[in-house]
């Protein structure tokens, strides 16, 4: 992968990931700003429109690099980082399909549905990318003190 793609998948993840935290505090941990509104913080609604109008840079990014990067390693069953990559996989087309149903489902019942799938899967797919991280930071420590890598996914875990 390269390192262009490597930055644009870290920066929408950021852009995304952070406005989705800071959005779900306002939104539910929060207590309204006034006494008949459903907006926690006077920023809520921009932080809501951030997070909306960033997901297509992050679906972007992660089909730029699906190819050479997510499919290659699969097929290639490379071991470092397998678990991280996988949460990684199984949580991003329920996350991205969730965020595109909750925009558009008109009933509340769907709509919680939709919610609850998101808020979910988000969290699966944010603590898979920050675990995916770490073992990266410490393969690329591993790497640098001259330590070979592993040759089993068992021994990658170590």
């Known amino acids: 992968?390269?390192?262009w793609e490597a930055w644009s998948v870290h920066l929408s993840t950021l852009l995304v990931g952070g406005t989705g935290l800071i959005y779900a505090w306002m939104r539910y941990l929060l207590p309204p700003a006034e006494?008949?509104?459903?907006v926690g913080?006077?920023?809520q609604p921009d932080v809501q429109h951030l997070h909306v109008l960033?997901?297509?840079?992050?679906?972007?990014?992660?089909g730029l690099i699906w190819r050479n990067h997510v499919w290659s390693h699969w097929r290639k069953r490379v071991p470092q980082r397998r678990r991280s990559g996988l949460a990684l996989l199984l949580s991003v087309a329920p996350m991205v399909v969730s965020g595109y149903l909750l925009q558009t489902a008109v009933a509340d019942a769907w709509r919680q549905v939709w919610v609850l799938v998101h808020v979910t899967t988000s969290l699966l797919f944010l603590a898979g990318y920050g675990?995916?991280?770490?073992?990266a930071w410490l393969v690329w420590r591993r790497q640098r003190a001259g330590v070979p890598a592993p040759t089993t996914a068992r021994a990658a875990l170590r």
């Open 41 to 43: 913080h006077p920023l």
């Open 35 to 38: 006494p008949y509104s459903a």
């Open 1 to 3: 992968m390269k390192r």
């Open 54 to 62: 960033g997901a297509p840079l992050l679906v972007f990014a992660t």
């Open 131 to 135: 675990s995916h991280l770490v073992a």
